[in-house]
């Protein structure tokens, strides 16, 4: 018995559907997954970027707290128990968070904000010269400051110099290789 001619010349199109269907299913899967990529990795990079200004606001705290205890005759050092000599390249071989000396001050919130501090008065500078070191850590990110102040004058402590230590100088400086 043969078949109508309608259903015989629908016999080679009997798929065309289901290929179609199956086509657009495939690129909506795409589109979620790729969608769905890009806003988690844009969640992860805005949480990283607040990481990191939360770890220089956290070093900058920490500069503060330790200029308070040098005004109130204290040494500035917070969080920091051991002690260390000016190295051959003229800066302090500098602690760092997995010390064992290192005792870090605590912010309390998500997340969680470490800090300490390490004030050292360099040798062939005058007495009232002051290098104050703060580190902070926030999350994974390490931020390192290092400002110099004199005592004296007015304010009765003033800033000669400002900078932040670069991560390369933090590694080397590990690594005993300034």
Request: glycine share 10%; charged share 20%; hydrophobic share 40%.
């Amino acid at each position: 018995m043969r078949l109508p001619s309608r259903l015989r010349h629908n016999r080679p199109r009997r798929g065309a559907a289901l290929l179609l269907c199956l086509a657009f299913t495939a690129a909506a899967i795409s589109m979620i997954l790729m969608l769905s990529t890009r806003s988690i990795a844009h969640v992860r990079q805005a949480e990283s970027a607040s990481h990191v200004a939360a770890a220089f606001s956290a070093a900058e705290v920490a500069q503060a707290h330790a200029l308070a205890d040098l005004r109130a005759g204290g040494s500035g050092t917070i969080g920091y128990g051991g002690t260390f000599s000016w190295g051959p390249t003229g800066r302090p071989p500098l602690p760092h968070f997995d010390d064992p000396q290192v005792q870090p001050k605590t912010a309390v919130g998500p997340p969680e904000t470490q800090w300490f501090t390490v004030v050292v008065q360099p040798d062939g500078l005058p007495d009232d010269v002051w290098v104050v070191f703060a580190m902070a850590r926030v999350g994974g990110v390490e931020r390192r400051l290092e400002t110099v102040w004199k005592r004296g004058g007015t304010p009765d402590w003033q800033i000669l110099s400002w900078r932040e230590l670069p991560p390369d100088v933090m590694e080397g400086e590990r690594d005993g290789h300034l």
